[in-house]
């Protein structure tokens, strides 16, 4: 009965893709160079989504680097061809939260513009008024709201690995998500929605 509690409430993470698992085990194993390209494949996508949370360059960066150097770390303790980007991301949520913690809700203040080399046809047709109405209702949402949904709008993760990064149960990652969305809805204007 003691394996079948730990089983039902330990949250598995998806499977990592061979090659994925290969970099893992050798870095594991000591290799620099597959722990570089690790870093390589995840850095941009993770200090994006800092970025978003923190809206500050340097304070992203440095989160960032602080989550690689404790994934390395930790390295010993991941269970390789489970899923790297859900833990990575998961560390760098407990830096962010740390962090905020210890500001004592200290906020940053909005860039006057919102650096995204990856815009789609929908952001350049938005002014950069409405971005920045958007960005500062994104801004005053509650953090762990604030969390969930640029996991699910920026990253494209499905509620389970919101929920495993955000060590939340699924339905509360989908809460989070639902309420921060019509947060937005009834603070900003119709046609900027």
């Known amino acids: 009965m003691g394996v079948e509690t730990t089983e039902t409430t330990r949250r598995s993470l998806p499977s990592a893709s061979a090659e994925e698992t290969a970099l893992i085990r050798a870095a594991q194993r000591g290799d620099r160079q597959a722990f570089a390209q ?14 978003h949370l923190v809206r500050d360059r340097h304070q992203a960066e440095d989160l960032a680097q602080e989550a690689f150097l404790k994934a390395l770390g930790n390295l010993g303790r991941f ?13 760098a949520h407990n830096l962010f ?7 004592s809700r200290r906020r940053s203040t909005l860039p006057d513009d919102l650096p995204d080399p990856e815009q789609g046809p929908a952001d350049i047709a938005c002014s950069r008024e409405t971005l920045a109405e958007l960005a500062q209702a ?6 762990e709201w604030k969390a969930a949904l640029l996991l699910r709008i920026e990253e494209g993760l499905s509620f389970r690995q919101i929920a495993d990064i955000l060590a939340t149960t699924e339905e509360t990652a989908r809460w989070r998500v639902f309420k921060a ?13």
């Open 97 to 103: 939260a740390n962090q905020v913690r210890a500001a």
């Open 138 to 143: 994104v801004e005053r949402l509650p953090t």
């Open 38 to 51: 690790l870093v390589e494949r995840y850095w941009s996508r993770l200090y994006r989504w800092l970025y």
């Open 181 to 193: 969305r019509r947060q937005l809805l009834a603070e900003l204007p119709p046609e900027n929605v």
């Open 79 to 91: 269970e390789a061809g489970t899923n790297f980007r859900a833990w990575l991301f998961r560390i």
